[in-house]
């Protein structure tokens, strides 16, 4: 059961004697879909990028469950994450990137990396490479890797970037889904009826400040 929150104390972050996060103050509880929306360039990313521990804040805490980041853990564990646009071996199908990326943890096998590529509406036995796919295709490859983990903690920077109508509904589904097994998500977007569809709570990132607005 996932028994994780996420909590954000007094936490600035200041690039180039830049101010991109102003005391931002949060918690999110342990289970549920969270939205953050603003416009690019508001510090969403910059946010996401200092709670899974690949930028340091310059003040302030940010705990998920009981560990802090940047003090007790490096990076946080147990989540999976799409941050900007998902990178992968162009000259590897689908299937075959996400064995390699499988196999650094190896805590999965092939039959779950099928299951969760069959899940976001891909062929685990297209042998097309992944240099050759849209731009949808390779987001719902970056969702599948996010998830093959079975992660309670799931983090997506503008998951349907580059979706059809359709593909935005079947992700929809998908989160929902994951939703009603108990995974906390947290979705950072710019497009305001993805977050206000999806989310239990929804924020707003502006110059670095975040409010709650739902």
Request: neutral net charge; aromatic residues 6%.
């Amino acid at each position: 059961m996932n028994d994780r929150r996420i909590l954000f104390k007094n936490v600035s972050k200041t690039i180039d004697d830049q101010m991109i996060l102003k005391d931002i103050n949060l918690e999110i509880p342990k289970q549920g879909i969270y939205g953050i929306v603003g416009r690019n360039g508001s510090g969403k990313t910059v946010l996401i990028k200092c709670l899974c521990g690949f930028m340091p804040v310059t003040e302030g805490e940010i705990w998920v469950g009981e560990k802090q980041v940047g003090r007790d853990v490096e990076f946080i564990e147990d989540t999976g994450f799409i941050i900007e646009t998902p990178g992968f071996l162009p000259r590897e199908s689908g299937f075959r990137n996400l064995r390699y990326l499988a196999s650094i943890r190896n805590v999965v096998g092939k039959e779950r990396i099928r299951e969760c590529i069959t899940m976001v509406g891909l062929n685990p036995d297209d042998k097309k490479w992944v240099g050759k796919y849209s731009l949808g295709m390779r987001q719902r490859l970056g969702i599948a890797q996010a998830i093959m983990e079975n992660p309670s903690l799931i983090i997506l920077d503008e998951p349907m970037n580059g979706l059809d109508n359709h593909g935005v509904e079947e992700i929809r589904k998908l989160l929902l889904g994951l939703k009603e097994e108990g995974k906390l998500i947290l979705i950072i977007s710019h497009n305001r009826e993805d977050i206000n569809l999806l989310c239990d709570r929804v924020y707003e990132m502006d110059m670095g400040v975040l409010t709650q607005v739902r």
